[in-house]
C-alpha cells in the first residue's frame, strides 16, 4: 500500500540572509496525525524554517508543497496553514474577541459570533474577552493567540515555543487539545526549547543545528536517554 | 460582494476602529495641521504678501506635512506584536491587504483635511464660497495620489529602524507633482477663474491618481514579501 500522502512537504530547503545561512538543505515531511517536536540551540533556524513552511518567506532554494500540490504562498492554500509565532499576531488596543473577528473576517469564516465566543471559551477567557488585549497577562495574551492561529480550524499547525507563558493547567489544558488535534488527522510541527512539553503527543523529535537536520525521525521511547545524548548531537 | 474587497474593507474598518480608540494618528496629524496654519498666518507680513498668494500654498503644505504625519502610522500598527505577518498569512491577496490601508489612509487623511478647510478659511479669511466645489474636488484628488503612494512607501518603511523618520524623506519627492497641481487649481478657483480653466491640472491630478494607485497595487506584493 503506497504511504499516505502529506499534508506538507519540504524538500531541500535552504535559505540565505546574505553570507548567512540559515538553512542548509532541509527536507521534512509532515503526513496526517503527525506530529513533529523540533527542538535546536537558539540560531539553529527553527523560526526560519517555520516561517518558510507557513508561507511567510520565499526559500532561497527548494521547494514546500501542500497536499494538494499547492504552496503555502498561495492565497487558496494559506487557509489550510495556522501558525503562532513567538509574537502574539495581536492589535493591543482590539479586545480578544474583535481580534478573532477581524481574523474570521480575513478568512471568510462564517457564523463568527459563535466560533470566537467559543474559542475564547475553550481558552478560559470568556470573561476577559471584552477587555483590550494588552490589559491580558502574557499568558492570556498566549491563549489568545493560540485561539487566533487555530480559529480556521486549519489541516497544518506550526506552532513557535506554544507554551511559553502559559501557567500549568493552561499548559496541560493546551497539551491535551494538541494530541487532539493530531488524533483527528491535523498535522503538527512544533518548535520548542522545553520537549518534555511536546514529547505526549509527538509521533516524531527532530534537532535542528546550524541550519541542518542533526536528527529527525519517529519520537524515541525515552525523553531522558534523548536529552542524555541531545547536547552531542547539536555538537556533532 | 467579493473577497478580495470584503478583506480590504474588514482591513480598513479595523484601522478605523483602532485609530478612534486610540486617537493617536489623527490628534496629532491634526494639531499639526492648526499648528502649521497659526506659523503661516501669524508670521507673514501682510503689507508684502497678498492672501491670495499665500493661501494655497499655505493650505497645500499644511495637507501634505498633515497627511504624512497620518499616513505614518498606517504599518507600524502592523508592526507591533507582528500582526502584519498575520495579514499576510491570510488568505487574501496582497492588492486586497494593500487596499484597506490605502482606504483608511484615505479616510484618515480626509478627515485631517476636513477639519482644517475651516480653520484655514478662518485663518486666511479667503473668500471660498463658490470655489468649494472646485476645491474640494482638488483635495479629493490630490489626496487620491499622495496617499497611494504613502500608503506604499510606509510598508516600505516599516521593517527598517527608523520608519518614522523614513516616511516623510521618501515620500515628499512623489507628492511634488500633485502639490504643483493642486496649488496651481487653488489658486486660480480662490482668484475667481472658472473650473473650465483649470480642467488641465484636474486631468493630470486624475492621471497622477490612476497610474499610481494602480503601480501601487501590483507592486505591494513585492514589497512586503520576504
Not at chain 1, 136 to 156: F, K, N, T, W, Y
Not at chain 1, 176 to 185: D, M
Not at chain 2, 48 to 77: E, H, K
Not at chain 2, 118 to 129: A, I, T
Request: glycine share 10%.
Amino acid at each position: 500500500m503506497p504511504p499516505e500522502a502529506p499534508l506538507l512537504e519540504a524538500r531541500g530547503i535552504t535559505r540565505a540572509f546574505g553570507a548567512q545561512r540559515a538553512l542548509r538543505g532541509v527536507d521534512l515531511r509532515l503526513g496526517p496525525g503527525e506530529a513533529v517536536a523540533v527542538a535546536g540551540p537558539n540560531g539553529a533556524g527553527k523560526t526560519t524554517l517555520l516561517r518558510i513552511l507557513a508561507g511567510l518567506m520565499r526559500p532561497t532554494t527548494g521547494e514546500v508543497r501542500l497536499a494538494d500540490g499547492r504552496t503555502p504562498r498561495d492565497p487558496a492554500a494559506r487557509r489550510r496553514v495556522g501558525l503562532l509565532s513567538h509574537q502574539s499576531f495581536l492589535y493591543d488596543d482590539l479586545t480578544a474577541r474583535e481580534n478573532l473577528h477581524f481574523t474570521g473576517r480575513l478568512y471568510g469564516l462564517g457564523d463568527l459570533a459563535a466560533r470566537a465566543s467559543r474559542a475564547l471559551e475553550e481558552a478560559g477567557l470568556a470573561a476577559r474577552a471584552d477587555d483590550p488585549v494588552r490589559q491580558l497577562s502574557r499568558g492570556m495574551l498566549q491563549r489568545v493567540a493560540i485561539a487566533r492561529a487555530l480559529l480556521h480550524e486549519p489541516d497544518i499547525l506550526l506552532l513557535d515555543e506554544p507554551f511559553t507563558g502559559l501557567d500549568v493547567p493552561s499548559a496541560a489544558r493546551l497539551r491535551g487539545f494538541l494530541a487532539a488535534q493530531r488524533a483527528a488527522g491535523r498535522g503538527l510541527v512544533i518548535v520548542t526549547h522545553h520537549l518534555a512539553e511536546a514529547w505526549g503527543f509527538a509521533t516524531h523529535v527532530g534537532v535542528l543545528a546550524r541550519g541542518q537536520w542533526a536528527q529527525l525521525g519517529p519520537r524515541p521511547a525515552s525523553l531522558e536517554e534523548f536529552l542524555a545524548g541531545y547536547q552531542e548531537l547539536v555538537d556533532a | 460582494m467579493p473577497e478580495a474587497v470584503r478583506s480590504a474593507l474588514a482591513i480598513a474598518g479595523k484601522d478605523l476602529r483602532l485609530e478612534f480608540r486610540t486617537r493617536t494618528g489623527l490628534l496629532s496629524a491634526f494639531v499639526f495641521a492648526v499648528l502649521t496654519l497659526l506659523v503661516f498666518n501669524f508670521s507673514r507680513d501682510q503689507s508684502l504678501i497678498s492672501t491670495t498668494d499665500l493661501a494655497p500654498s499655505a493650505l497645500w503644505i499644511t495637507v501634505a506635512f498633515g497627511a504624512v504625519v497620518a499616513m505614518n502610522r498606517a504599518f507600524i500598527i502592523e508592526k507591533e506584536q507582528g500582526a502584519i505577518d498575520a495579514l499576510l498569512l491570510a488568505p487574501v491577496p496582497r492588492g486586497a491587504i494593500y487596499w484597506g490601508k490605502f482606504l483608511a489612509n484615505l479616510a484618515f487623511v480626509g478627515l485631517v483635511e476636513a477639519l482644517t478647510l475651516p480653520l484655514f478659511v478662518l485663518f486666511f479669511n479667503v473668500p471660498l464660497g463658490p470655489a468649494l466645489p472646485g476645491v474640494v474636488l482638488t483635495l479629493v484628488l490630490a489626496t487620491i495620489g499622495f496617499v497611494a503612494v504613502g500608503t506604499i512607501l510606509s510598508a516600505m518603511v516599516v521593517r527598517t529602524r527608523f520608519a518614522e523618520l523614513m516616511l516623510p524623506v521618501l515620500i515628499l519627492p512623489f507628492m511634488v507633482p500633485p502639490l504643483i497641481g493642486a496649488v496651481q487649481v487653488t489658486a486660480r478657483l480662490l482668484g475667481g477663474r472658472p473650473l473650465t480653466e483649470v480642467l488641465g491640472w484636474l486631468r493630470l491630478l486624475g492621471t497622477y491618481d490612476v497610474v499610481f494607485v494602480t503601480l501601487c497595487t501590483l507592486a505591494f506584493s513585492a514589497v512586503v514579501d520576504e
